[in-house]
């Protein structure tokens, strides 16, 4: 994506609503400022032209028109000087559309692009041109500026450019009275309220559609969960075999020594007599006649060939006998079990290895984005994928398959083809796109297919944004966000719950344990971060954590989830990394 700077109008006198600070108006949970600075956060320098505004990011540069009040074209002249840049682009957008997406934006910048146009402006659902949010060349902007004798108090008209292009886009209602304000606050109170992470991880067990089940050989689906009871088929052990090294031997020593021996799974020796013993193997089938056997330790041979059991030795019968582990019929383990190698090898141990199974769960993942590269070097704007080539062996953690990885890029119709295409894949796991926001692309785009929404939002920082949804198809979508530490730790936390609710499995039993430096982590809402293990047992967090990137997780053994406002030693609840 070619480079932008970006310009955003803050300083309206907002006559119509008595003179209030209309950027500051809260919609959505966010400032209508926020909504246009989030429109924003590919370019590559921004300026606010308005008010001075202490909580602003360092990063942002602050200006005022002179005099203030003095028009929107005043504002665009004294944004573009403080700029101090030479992207070829610049955005220029009012502080007034709550529902402004960065999807708006990369739309206009490529339009921008591909039409050769000076400008590009956006337009409303009937049609008319919004010229405070546009793409121009900053050459086209600096000669509209110069054309005029005076900026203040001119109409955004006089700066139009005659090569310019309208494009109609959604979600670019401005709000300049107080009904807009309160119709575009009601259309945003509808959301179901955010769950805390047990209350999400209960509502997926317990309402997700379960797969489909069918008979499969169990070596070949790890991570399914038992459609049905295993019970066994044959007795365990199969036949009296030795438990330990030692010797078979038939009543009271001593006992004459006989040369055969019994191996496991070799010939049976043959039947022994009163007072005869033989030596024999652990697992090795013993002889008909055996009454007990004895361990190596327990004896000794004499020069004669007897076998005398050792004094103040314990007497045990280290026979393991047909069945008295398992007996025909017996439960090996419930529905709803795990296919894991002890499942396998537990099961193969009672002459069962194929079984009624669900899953194991088949994933997609959708990394979302035009900033997004996996390979090759990377251009102006454009960041690394540093977590889409991991997330296939972080769900293998987890039982989960991956059928492939793919990169979305940001259209306008990107998000109908993918979930239209979902049916291929029992989870589609999608990163990014999942701001709250009405004009969010991935959530309007889960609407409009009628999805079954079963996880709003979460209250858990990071994490909030994520979203899970069932399609009509039986598909499960979660949608993550994209910040590389979210999405992974999001991940981590939900991955049992979306697996357990798609094969029917059983909920893990949770590691816990106490957090000593709780305190320091905990706030309003329960935060998850990485953890090491503390050398007096339990674990210690990091109180700060860079989000953008999985650094934080280097040297670390886990991640843990904190409760709100927890104390020190609060017991909490510890996700092992993967290694």
Same mark, same amino acid.
């Given at each position: 994506?070619?480079?932008?700077?970006?310009?955003?109008?803050?300083?309206?006198?907002?006559?119509?609503?008595?003179?209030?600070?209309?950027?500051?108006?809260?919609?959505?949970?966010?400032?209508?400022?926020?909504?246009?600075?989030?429109?924003?956060?590919?370019? !590559?320098?921004?300026? %606010? %032209?308005?008010?001075?505004?202490?909580?602003?990011?360092?990063?942002?540069?602050?200006?005022?028109?002179?005099?203030?009040?003095?028009?929107? %074209?005043?504002?665009?002249?004294?944004?573009?000087?403080?700029?101090?840049?030479?992207?070829?682009?610049?955005?220029?957008?009012?502080?007034?559309?709550?529902?402004?997406?960065?999807?708006?934006?990369?739309?206009?910048?490529?339009?921008?692009?591909?039409?050769? !146009?000076?400008?590009?402006?956006?337009?409303?659902?009937?049609?008319?041109?919004?010229?405070?949010?546009?793409?121009?060349?900053?050459?086209?902007?600096?000669?509209?500026?110069?054309?005029?004798?005076?900026?203040?108090?001119?109409?955004?008209?006089?700066?139009?450019?005659?090569?310019?292009?309208?494009?109609?886009?959604?979600?670019?209602?401005?709000?300049?009275?107080?009904?807009?304000?309160?119709?575009?606050?009601?259309?945003?109170?509808?959301?179901?309220?955010?769950?805390?992470?047990?209350?999400?991880?209960?509502?997926?067990?317990?309402?997700?559609?379960?797969?489909?089940?069918?008979?499969?050989?169990?070596?070949?689906?790890?991570?399914?969960?038992?459609?049905?009871?295993?019970?066994?088929?044959?007795?365990?052990?199969?036949? /009296?075999?030795?438990?330990? /090294?030692?010797?078979?031997?038939?009543?009271?020593?001593?006992?004459?020594?006989?040369?055969?021996?019994?191996?496991?799974?070799?010939?049976?020796?043959?039947?022994?007599?009163?007072?005869?013993?033989?030596?024999?193997?652990?697992?090795?089938?013993?002889?008909?006649?055996?009454?007990?056997? %004895?361990?190596?330790?327990?004896?000794?041979?004499?020069?004669?060939?007897?076998?005398?059991?050792?004094?103040?030795?314990?007497?045990?019968?280290?026979?393991?006998?047909?069945?008295?582990?398992?007996?025909?019929? /017996?439960?090996?383990?419930?529905?709803?079990?795990?296919?894991?190698?002890?499942?396998?090898?537990?099961?193969?141990? &009672?002459?069962?290895?194929?079984?009624?199974?669900?899953?194991?769960?088949?994933?997609?993942?959708?990394?979302?984005?035009?900033?997004?590269?996996?390979?090759?070097?990377?251009?102006?704007?454009?960041?690394?994928?540093?977590?889409?080539?991991?997330?296939?062996?972080?769900?293998?953690?987890?039982?989960?398959?991956?059928?492939?990885?793919?990169?979305?890029?940001?259209?306008?119709?990107?998000?109908?083809?993918?979930?239209?295409?979902?049916?291929?894949?029992?989870?589609?796991?999608?990163?990014?796109?999942?701001?709250?926001?009405?004009?969010?692309?991935?959530?309007?785009? &889960?609407?409009?297919?009628?999805?079954?929404?079963?996880?709003?939002?979460?209250?858990?920082?990071?994490?909030?944004?994520?979203?899970?949804?069932?399609?009509?198809?039986?598909?499960?979508?979660?949608?993550?966000?994209?910040?590389?530490?979210?999405?992974?730790?999001?991940?981590?936390?939900?991955?049992?719950?979306?697996?357990?609710?798609?094969?029917?499995?059983?909920?893990?039993?949770?590691?816990?344990?106490?957090?000593?430096?709780?305190?320091?982590?905990?706030?309003?809402?329960?935060?998850?971060?990485?953890?090491?293990?503390?050398?007096?047992?339990?674990?210690?967090?990091?109180?700060?954590?860079?989000?953008?990137?999985?650094?934080?997780?280097?040297?670390?053994?886990?991640?843990?989830?904190?409760?709100?406002?927890?104390?020190?030693?609060?017991?909490?609840?510890?996700?092992?990394?993967?290694?």
């Amino acid at each position: 994506m070619t480079a932008a700077d970006a310009i955003v109008l803050a300083g309206g006198r907002a006559s119509r609503m008595g003179g209030v600070d209309k950027p500051a108006i809260v919609i959505g949970g966010r400032s209508m400022l926020d909504a246009a600075l989030a429109a924003v956060a590919k370019c !590559a320098h921004t300026v %606010v %032209v308005g008010p001075h505004r202490p909580e602003l990011a360092p990063e942002i540069k602050q200006t005022r028109e002179v005099p203030p009040g003095s028009g929107p %074209v005043a504002a665009i002249g004294a944004g573009l000087h403080t700029l101090g840049s030479t992207a070829p682009l610049v955005v220029v957008l009012a502080a007034d559309l709550p529902f402004l997406s960065p999807w708006s934006i990369t739309e206009l910048i490529r339009h921008t692009c591909e039409s050769g !146009a000076d400008a590009v402006f956006a337009a409303d659902e009937s049609g008319r041109p919004q010229y405070l949010i546009g793409v121009w060349r900053r050459t086209a902007l600096l000669a509209a500026l110069d054309r005029l004798d005076s900026l203040i108090n001119q109409p955004m008209k006089a700066l139009i450019p005659a090569d310019s292009a309208i494009i109609a886009l959604p979600g670019i209602a401005d709000c300049d009275t107080e009904e807009e304000v309160r119709l575009a606050r009601a259309s945003v109170a509808g959301p179901a309220p955010a769950l805390a992470l047990d209350e999400a991880r209960k509502v997926l067990r317990d309402n997700l559609s379960r797969l489909t089940s069918y008979a499969a050989d169990l070596r070949s689906v790890p991570g399914a969960a038992l459609a049905a009871p295993l019970t066994a088929v044959g007795p365990l052990p199969r036949f /009296d075999v030795s438990a330990m /090294d030692g010797y078979a031997v038939a009543g009271e020593g001593p006992w004459r020594l006989r040369r055969d021996i019994g191996f496991a799974g070799g010939h049976r020796p043959v039947g022994l007599l009163s007072g005869e013993a033989v030596r024999i193997a652990t697992g090795a089938h013993v002889p008909d006649g055996t009454t007990s056997v %004895v361990r190596d330790e327990f004896v000794e041979v004499a020069a004669d060939d007897r076998l005398h059991r050792l004094p103040d030795t314990p007497v045990r019968d280290d026979v393991r006998r047909r069945g008295e582990d398992r007996q025909p019929g /017996d439960l090996v383990a419930p529905q709803g079990t795990p296919v894991t190698a002890a499942l396998i090898s537990a099961a193969a141990s &009672v002459e069962v290895t194929a079984a009624p199974v669900r899953g194991p769960v088949r994933a997609r993942i959708v990394m979302t984005g035009d900033e997004i590269r996996s390979d090759g070097p990377l251009h102006a704007g454009q960041t690394r994928d540093s977590i889409g080539p991991i997330l296939p062996d972080l769900l293998s953690w987890y039982g989960i398959h991956t059928a492939d990885r793919v990169h979305l890029r940001d259209t306008p119709n990107g998000f109908d083809e993918v979930l239209g295409e979902a049916p291929g894949c029992d989870l589609l796991v999608i990163v990014g796109a999942t701001g709250s926001g009405a004009a969010d692309q991935l959530r309007a785009a &889960v609407d409009r297919t009628q999805a079954r929404i079963l996880v709003h939002r979460l209250r858990l920082r990071p994490g909030g944004s994520t979203l899970v949804a069932e399609l009509t198809t039986g598909t499960t979508v979660l949608g993550l966000p994209g910040n590389p530490f979210a999405a992974v730790a999001t991940l981590m936390a939900l991955a049992p719950a979306l697996v357990a609710g798609r094969t029917g499995g059983v909920a893990r039993r949770p590691l816990l344990g106490p957090l000593h430096n709780a305190a320091e982590i905990s706030g309003p809402v329960a935060r998850i971060v990485p953890a090491r293990f503390a050398p007096q047992g339990g674990w210690l967090g990091d109180p700060n954590i860079r989000t953008a990137h999985l650094g934080g997780l280097v040297d670390r053994d886990g991640l843990v989830i904190v409760p709100a406002e927890a104390a020190d030693g609060a017991s909490v609840e510890f996700l092992p990394l993967p290694r």
